[in-house]
């Protein structure tokens, strides 16, 4: 059954220097949008009762309660339901706040990226540190308990005593959920075309992140290779759904869905999807993509992955098809062993991309 549903709203107030995802300024296209996200949740939604609910972007934070309340009363959940908004600190108000909670809104993902001014100015965001915490009093007002924020590293000029400030302020504010991402220079972005100065090297980045790793481990669970939380009932519901390779519906320009083994992802393309939002394109998944997927989500989470789940799903013998890659790795004190299957260690997650390359055509 599939019970997770992603929401995109492409726009923003302006597009960050690094940001790679689909999303647009062009407020103005927003009720043309709307409009045809709800044709598509209505022709493809099956009523089912769902558990989690995530709206990403771009901000959907800029769409108005009312906007967000028609799309909800396209879906079927209840108070036992996790529905994320992703939000930047100049969206919020109280009064949007309220409206958001009274909606049934419960988890409030802020992106954040910084706590330095000049690091967000070159970033590209629009607030400031004094912004942000201005909206995380908001949030505290208005008792607004998991809400949940991201920090960048790798930033241009940033070093690693800039990084650990950004840490120990953020600590200070003891969100329940904190995820880490590093700055990564993608095609199409501001930062492609204009590449920055003094940017962190891959060591540099590794160093931060091992860092945080360290300061945070002390008050939070790490429960995915980015993510962070204060107990496992602030764990990112919708994510872990995806790590964990459940189905779920993806909605809206260039979201994308995995239903009954066939992912797909809706066109990037305004004014096609504009035309016709129902429309998808199917890959059918065949066993041994299964597989390499389930090791790939898998092996992001701390816990790593279960020997006799994966050899019950899909009728094989995990150790006879992989186990000289798990020994290799073990030997080498980049995974190790767990109750129920293997893990990476620190060190493997910093290389974790070369890893999960020799699962491919085993």
């Given at each position: ?74 879906l079927n959940y209840n108070s036992n339901t996790q529905i994320t908004i992703e939000c930047n600190p100049n969206s919020l ?42 909206t995380i009093d908001l949030l505290e007002e208005n008792n607004i308990e998991n809400y949940s924020i991201d920090l960048m ?122 035309k016709n939002p129902t429309e998808k394109e199917y890959e059918i998944l065949t066993i041994k993509n299964a597989i390499e ?70």
């Open positions: 059954m599939i019970n997770c549903v992603y929401i995109h709203i492409p726009f923003c107030e302006k597009k960050c220097n690094y940001c790679a995802f689909c999303s647009y300024s062009a407020l103005g296209a927003k009720e043309k949008y709307l409009n045809a996200l709800k044709k598509e949740i209505k022709f493809h939604y099956k009523n089912e009762i769902l558990k989690t609910i995530y709206f990403g972007g771009g901000t959907p934070s800029l769409l108005e309660s009312e906007e967000i309340k028609e799309i909800l009363s396209l108000n109280n009064k949007k706040i309220d409206e958001y909670k009274n909606l049934g809104i419960n988890r409030f993902s802020i992106g954040i990226q910084s706590f330095n001014d000049e690091e967000l100015r070159l970033l590209g965001r629009l607030h400031n540190t004094q912004k942000i915490y201005e590293y790798g930033i241009p000029n940033q070093n690693i005593k800039n990084w650990e400030n950004n840490l120990d302020k953020a600590i200070i504010l003891r969100p329940k959920h904190i995820s880490l991402y590093g700055l990564k220079i993608e095609e199409g972005t501001y930062f492609y075309k204009y590449p920055p100065k003094n940017i962190a090297t891959l060591d540099e980045q590794a160093d931060m992140y091992e860092l945080a790793i360290e300061k945070l481990k002390k008050n939070y669970i790490h429960y995915e290779f980015s993510n962070f939380a204060t107990s496992e009932k602030y764990f990112s519901k919708h994510n872990l759904a995806y790590w964990n390779r459940e189905e779920y519906y993806g909605f809206g320009l260039s979201a994308s869905g995995f239903i009954n083994n066939k992912r797909y992802t809706n066109t990037f393309n305004f004014s096609q999807y504009i997927e389930e090791i790939f989500l898998g092996l992001r989470l701390i816990e790593g992955i279960n020997f006799n789940l994966i050899n019950t799903k899909y009728d094989i013998d995990i150790i006879k098809k992989y186990g000289n890659i798990f020994e290799k790795y073990i030997s080498n004190k980049l995974m190790e062993k767990t109750e129920k299957g293997v893990r990476l260690t620190q060190k493997g997650i910093l290389l974790s991309n070369e890893i999960l390359c020799e699962f491919i055509d085993v």
